[in-house]
Structures are given as structure tokens and as C-alpha cells.
């Protein structure tokens, strides 16, 4: 099985209070999102996003790291404000 490194990805809530879709479903090996805005950023994994609903909530400077029983299944993320920023990384197999 080929592992490919990490690849980092830079982005920004695209519409305030709709989420999106930050990677699709596939086997990784490692996956992290990283907070860059200000404001609360809520990720969801397997279906859509929903501001304020539980799941993993991320304020500046805070992320989330799987590197040992990494989630296969799509990535999303929400914000209430259009432009806040985000870093994420995947390395797939």
C-alpha cells in the first residue's frame, strides 16, 4: 500500500452558517484541522456541519489531530461568518 505524505490545505468559510466539505471520504492515515479565525469553527465528520451543535469546536489557534484510528469518511466544517480561516492536513494511503 502507497502512503502519500501529508498535504496541508488552506481555506476559508466559503458562505457564513453553511458547511462545507473540506476533504471527501477516503483511508487516511493522518488528518488535522487547525483554527485560524477568532470566531468558532464546529467540524463534523460524516455529515454536514452545524454551527453550535456539539462535535468538535475549535476557537484561534486550537485543532484537532487523528494520527491513530483516523476517520475515513468525508470532513466538513461551519462558521458563522463568511472568510474565517482554517488549515487542514490529510495523508492518504
Request: net charge negative; hydrophobic share 40%; glycine share 10%.
Amino acid at each position: 500500500m502507497h502512503i502519500i505524505d501529508p498535504v496541508e490545505t488552506e481555506g476559508t468559510i466559503t458562505a457564513g452558517g453553511v458547511s462545507q466539505q473540506v476533504y471527501p471520504a477516503r483511508q487516511r492515515r493522518y488528518l488535522r484541522v487547525v483554527s485560524r479565525s477568532p470566531l468558532p469553527l464546529y467540524v463534523r465528520l460524516g455529515q454536514a456541519a452545524v454551527v453550535g451543535k456539539g462535535y468538535w469546536l475549535l476557537t484561534q489557534g486550537q485543532d484537532i489531530i487523528w494520527d491513530n484510528a483516523v476517520p475515513a469518511c468525508a470532513v466538513y466544517i461551519i462558521g458563522d461568518t463568511t472568510g474565517q480561516p482554517f488549515t487542514a492536513e490529510e495523508a492518504v494511503m
